[in-house]
């Protein structure tokens, strides 16, 4: 089925260490963004991208960077890992309606020990 | 900054029956969005329905419906018919119409849909 796909679903993380989140949508979508999701909260924007080539910072950037590597592919790398980044990602995609994500990919259960 | 304030953390409903969610946004802009979005324990993010500020008719999709009161500055979202798969969390959503690309969520409110 077409729509936003996120790997890896579940990673375990030490303290310093990094990673990078993947995400891809088959949509033809110009605009992507990367949520974060905490208990009790609602999703908060840590960057976005409006088209293929731009990246901009959300509400939460810190400790994060982004890469729009193609219309297709826009990846989350954690450089070095904090506790306060365990969270369950969300990565979004949209077509029509700049800043309002359409289609959500199942998400990344982040925990850093 | 805009927030979002969803006052119930947890509703419930029986099957069939119509529940409504609340929601209240504070904003001094006078153009923007709203919008509220479901999630299913699969935890993948659903629009649900959508509403333009400068419309006075409340949006409705099918079983979905919203009461937009710009004055009181709320937004709740009936659900009509409760079903079985409509046991989610409801977020509500707020997006100002300028060039900002921010969403400003609410913290949630989770439906249990009694058989």
């Known amino acids: 089925n077409a729509g936003v796909t996120q790997t890896p679903k579940f990673q375990v993380l030490k303290t310093g260490q990094s990673m990078t989140l993947q995400c891809a949508q088959d949509?033809?979508?110009?605009?992507m963004y990367w949520y974060r999701q905490d208990p009790g909260m609602g999703l908060r924007l840590i960057y976005y991208?409006?088209?293929?080539?731009?990246?901009d910072k959300g509400e939460v950037p810190n400790g994060y960077n982004v890469s729009r590597l193609n219309k297709r592919e826009f990846s989350l790398r954690l450089e070095s890992a904090a506790p306060s980044q365990t969270s369950v990602y969300f990565c979004?995609?949209?077509?029509?309606?700049?800043?309002?994500?359409?289609?959500f990919g199942d998400g990344t259960r982040l925990s850093i020990l | 900054a805009q927030t979002v304030t969803q006052s119930q953390p947890e509703m419930s409903v029986q099957e069939a029956e119509t529940v409504t969610l609340s929601c209240t946004y504070d904003?001094?802009?006078?153009?923007?969005?709203l919008f509220w979005y479901k999630q299913p324990p699969s935890r993948q993010m659903i629009l649900v329905i959508r509403?333009?500020?400068?419309?006075?008719q409340n949006a409705t999709e099918n079983r979905f419906s919203v009461n937009f009161q710009k004055a009181a500055k709320s937004f709740s979202l009936k659900i009509s018919d409760s079903q079985l798969g409509d046991a989610a969390m409801y977020f509500c959503?707020?997006?100002?119409?300028?060039?900002?690309?921010?969403?400003?969520f609410g913290t949630g409110t989770r439906l249990t849909v009694i058989p």
């Open positions: 979004a995609s949209s077509g029509n309606f700049r800043g309002q994500p359409q289609h």
């Open positions: 949509m033809n979508h110009n605009s």
């Open positions: 991208s409006a088209s293929e080539g731009t990246t």
């Open positions: 904003t001094s802009e006078s153009d923007y969005y």
């Open positions: 509403q333009e500020a400068y419309k006075q």
């Open positions: 959503a707020y997006r100002s119409s300028g060039g900002a690309n921010n969403l400003f």
